[in-house]
């Protein structure tokens, strides 16, 4: 009896990894086939434009704010933290490898996806239920050429742009309550988090904000365009989307802080 | 001349198309009549390749359309209108219309492509007021008109219409019959339209066929639908809810 449920719950298992490998591999293949479609013409200016002004620009109010918070609360946590063993002066410093090695990138990640994964998701999914995809095709227009490719491009070029915003923000965040709040000096904070600071943390940010940038976009294209009928589908899409943009993009945020600074 | 030959789709499992052979003369008015989800959409899709079939063969003009080697040429030949007209919603009324104009192997200057955009809404009975805005800021009529300016828009050789007049009021409903009847008779269109309207049916076709269970059940001149013998089209022109068509209750 014991022996049929494992087996039984094997089995399931089993099942269950055979279906995200092949999501995972349909994924992939919508990635490779999206990224190819930017290098390759027809292009769409227009188009390109419009997502770059709505995935990079228009997201900028949010991660500003998101960053800046999380910034000025970095820095009341390293005080008192600091304090327990008089490590107050580390706050420059911690609040610096914190915002662009880690929160920066991941924050700004987060904040895209939920912004703009699940604004491309749940527009795709709508041209599909409403049959504009369809009719794209019949204009002898290329769906992924004309939709997905502007916006993972777009992706790709602004996210990086925004989590080096966004470091910048939250360094300023945490520099204005550490020196309003914290009895900092502001040149000598400003002076110490620029000295802390290496190449490898800012490139490894940048690179970081690419690859979130990416993930963000495929994935609200993957699920426009794999939704299903009516407004199920769609809101099924939308939730879908931005529930595996936050898992990937914190599985990739581990795999290149370990690609970066794993020893 | 479109010919389809024993076409087989099924969608998990459920067979909707089951060796369905068919064919529309160059220049004629085929309406495709049949229940819902009895496939009539899934045909046209894999006339236009936006569904492959299972089995069978799709020949435009002697050319299997699987076999086609520039799509975008062979697509130029099609306009298609939508049953929900299935416009851009990011886009101004002209920009929907002249879509196919604006870009491609048919790409003309911005101004000319506004200019035959304007042509194709005033054939449709519509007014360069509407050009810049969007579909959204329109009624269901209007939207149905902007689909069909956009369907003749590049002067297609074969025109598909879903569901032309679904959705709408009985007036516009004849509007609509009566601009399609009109436009495919002026441009020596091919065409082919599938719906359940039967007003539609008598305002639109040449010949007419009868899909059910994936087959054609009745194929004839449209002259004749009302003296057909056969009980599965008899029930369907008559709307009567006893007869060989099994429906829900």
Known sequence: ?263 | MITLEAVHKSFDGKAILRGLTLQAARGESLVIIGGSGTGKSVTLKCILGLIAPDAGRILVDGQDVRSARDRDAFLARFGMLFQGAALFDSLPVWQNVAFRLLRGTLKRPKEEAREIALRKLRRVGLSADIAELFPSQLSGGMQKRVGLARAIAADPEIIFFDEPTTGLDPIMAGVINDLIREIVREMGATAVTITHDMSSVRAIADRVAMLHDGQIRWCGPVSEIDSAADPYLRQFVSGSATGPIETLR
């Open chain 1, 1 to 263: 009896m014991s022996r049929r449920l494992a087996m039984r719950a094997l089995a399931r298992l089993g099942r269950a990894t055979g279906r995200a490998v092949a999501a995972l591999g349909r994924v992939t293949l919508f990635s490779a086939r999206a990224l190819s479609h930017i290098v390759r013409p027809p292009f769409y200016p227009r188009e390109i434009a419009s997502a770059l002004l709505n995935i990079g620009y228009l997201s900028l109010p949010v991660v500003g704010l998101t960053a800046f918070f999380t910034g000025a609360a970095l820095a009341l946590q390293i005080y008192a933290g600091g304090a327990r063993f008089s490590a107050q002066a580390v706050v420059p410093q911690i609040v610096a490898i914190g915002m662009v090695r880690e929160l920066g990138p991941v924050l700004v990640g987060l904040m895209v996806a939920a912004r703009v994964t699940a604004s491309l998701a749940a527009e795709i999914a709508t041209m599909k239920v409403t049959e504009q995809i369809d009719a794209l095709v019949t204009l002898s227009t290329h769906p992924m050429k004309y939709l997905s490719a502007p916006r993972v491009l777009a992706g790709l070029l602004t996210v990086p742009v925004l989590v080096a915003v966004g470091d910048i923000i939250g360094i300023f965040g945490g520099w204005l309550v550490a020196t309003r709040a914290l009895g900092f000096n502001p040149a000598t904070y400003l002076a110490n988090t620029i000295a802390f600071l290496q190449t490898a943390d800012i490139v490894s940010s940048l690179v970081k904000g690419a690859a979130f940038g990416l993930i963000a976009t495929v994935m609200g294209c993957y699920f426009g365009m794999h939704s299903g009928r009516g407004a199920q589908g769609v809101g099924a899409a939308t939730k879908g989307s931005v529930v595996a943009a936050a898992v990937l993009i914190l599985a990739a945020n581990f795999l290149l802080t370990q690609a970066f600074f794993a020893a």
